[in-house]
């Protein structure tokens, strides 16, 4: 069965800094990768996603994340983060014999001025 | 306009009491999904439905019972058998495929006295 881990359930940091949220998954069979935000009281939104192709995928925001497939790893940055950048985030992994969207416990991402 | 419609968005009830939580969408997809949400926990799977008529348990299916009589309306009812129910509701659906975004409903927050 595949799983997904975020080590840091708090991330704080300056705004304008960069920001790294790490996500690493478990699965013996090819997967696709997500991340979702969620701000307070809402539900989730897509934030990015990697099917296939490039390794590296963007948002429109200026997130970015990296399939790494040997180190299991989908980590979202961003290089200056803004105050509204204040949320929630969410890994999610699902694989290519299932319909099931498995989540991580996702990362609460502070941004200070 | 086009989404999910989750209702009611805040729920209080008293221990023992059936609560239903309903999820309406106007996308057309065939799939949808209750997730349930605890602080620290990530989101938990429930119960999805492929298509009309028909629905799997998902990992915290116990306490918890669903109905798919339409393509639009997959209705979540929160039993007594529940023995922790207060916590954050959502409704997702999802575009065919493996591939598919999910699509988020804004939630239902069940409290019980």
């Known amino acids: 069965a595949q799983s997904v881990t975020q080590l840091d359930s708090q991330v704080p940091v300056f705004e304008e800094a960069p920001v790294e949220l790490r996500c690493n998954y478990s699965?013996?069979?090819?997967?696709?990768l997500f991340w979702y935000v969620q701000y307070p009281n809402q539900g989730l939104q897509l934030l990015l996603k990697y099917l296939s192709g490039s390794t590296l995928v963007e948002s429109i925001n200026g997130f970015e994340a990296e399939f790494n497939k040997s180190q299991t790893s989908f980590h979202l940055r961003k290089p200056s983060v803004h105050i509204s950048d204040t949320a929630e985030y969410f890994c999610?992994?699902?694989?290519?014999?299932?319909?099931?969207?498995?989540f991580g416990t996702g990362t609460r991402l502070q941004v200070f001025p | 306009d086009g989404g999910i419609t989750q209702s009611p968005k805040y729920l209080f009830r008293k221990e023992g009491q059936n609560v239903t939580l309903s999820c309406e969408q106007n996308l057309n997809h065939d799939a949808m999904y209750w997730y349930r949400q605890d602080p620290g926990q990530g989101l938990r799977l429930i119960y999805y439905?492929?298509?009309?008529?028909?629905?799997q348990k998902g990992d915290i299916a116990e306490g918890y019972s669903v109905s798919r009589e339409k393509k639009e309306s997959f209705p979540l009812t929160v039993t007594s058998a529940q023995k922790n129910p207060t916590a954050f509701y959502l409704c997702?659906?999802?575009?065919?495929?493996?591939?598919?975004?999910?699509?988020f409903g804004e939630g239902s927050r069940l409290t019980v006295l």
């Open positions: 999610a992994v699902i694989t290519y014999n299932t319909d099931k969207l498995i």
């Open positions: 699965s013996s069979v090819s997967v696709y």
């Open positions: 997702a659906t999802k575009t065919s495929g493996y591939t598919g975004e999910l699509f």
């Open positions: 439905s492929q298509i009309v008529n028909d629905f």
